[in-house]
């Protein structure tokens, strides 16, 4: 498989500050990268997908202006949490997706995560 | 929209022996996949097996193995000889382009 990495792994940030999340793929180029969230305990929730080059396109419920992504080159895809508040703490997974080439089952790589603490 | 249901919010198993997590799920794609992962404690989500939609022939990848019922929209795994490194959440999930819709999880765990 491929790999993707993740950072930070872990942050602590006040309220009303910007954090920014970093997702690579190291060794291919991505097609497409998504962003999640998760609670403990509970289930992947898509946030949004990106494309590199173009606008993500945000899930329903989601809000753009706070969770801001941006998908500079096929390895890397940012994601920035804007005027974080306690209730944007959680768990943030990316997962890089190519089309067909070295890997052709619709397999999604996942990074490792990152906590997100808000105080 | 595709659904993915995970009937069994929590498993546990002794140790060799076998356990098998359920998993429906609901789309109107004749193209698709299908995946188990793992997540444990330090919740990386790891790959188990995968199985494409088109395949009739159920996958199967060291101690774990799929029933896949194309008509009945059934995905089931089964770990065989379970071991203490199999304790984790495990999601079912439906994927089409790259884009997958995730089960609400399994917690399993596989006792001494």
């Known amino acids: 498989g491929a790999v993707v990495s993740q950072h930070p792994s872990w942050v602590i940030c006040k309220s009303g500050t910007s954090v920014k999340i970093e997702c690579r793929s190291l060794?291919?180029?991505?097609?497409?990268m998504f962003w999640y969230r998760q609670f403990p305990k509970q289930s992947l929730m898509l946030m949004a997908t990106s494309n590199e080059g173009s606008k993500a396109t945000y899930e329903q419920g989601v809000e753009k202006d706070k969770f801001l992504i941006n998908h500079a080159s096929l390895t890397l895809s940012t994601l920035t949490v804007t005027s974080a508040h306690p209730e944007d703490s959680s768990f943030y997974i990316c997962?890089?997706?190519?089309?067909?080439?070295?890997?052709?089952?619709?397999?999604?790589?996942f990074g490792p995560g990152t906590r997100l603490t808000v105080l | 929209a595709q659904t993915v249901t995970q009937s069994q919010p929590e498993m546990s198993v002794q140790e060799a022996e076998t356990v098998t997590l359920s998993c429906t799920y609901d789309?109107?794609?004749?193209?698709?996949?299908l995946f188990w992962y793992k997540q444990p404690p330090s919740r990386q989500m790891i790959l188990v097996i995968r199985q494409e939609a088109y395949k009739q022939q159920n996958a199967t990848e060291n101690r774990f193995s799929v029933n896949f019922q194309k008509a009945a929209k059934s995905f089931s795994l089964k770990i065989s000889d379970s071991q203490l490194g199999d304790t984790a959440m495990y999601f079912c999930a439906h994927t089409n382009a790259g884009k997958s819709t995730f089960g609400d999880g399994t917690t399993l765990t596989v006792k001494p």
């Open positions: 060794d291919f180029q991505a097609t497409t």
């Open positions: 789309t109107s794609e004749s193209n698709y996949y």
């Open positions: 997962s890089a997706f190519i089309t067909g080439g070295p890997f052709p089952y619709n397999e999604q790589f």
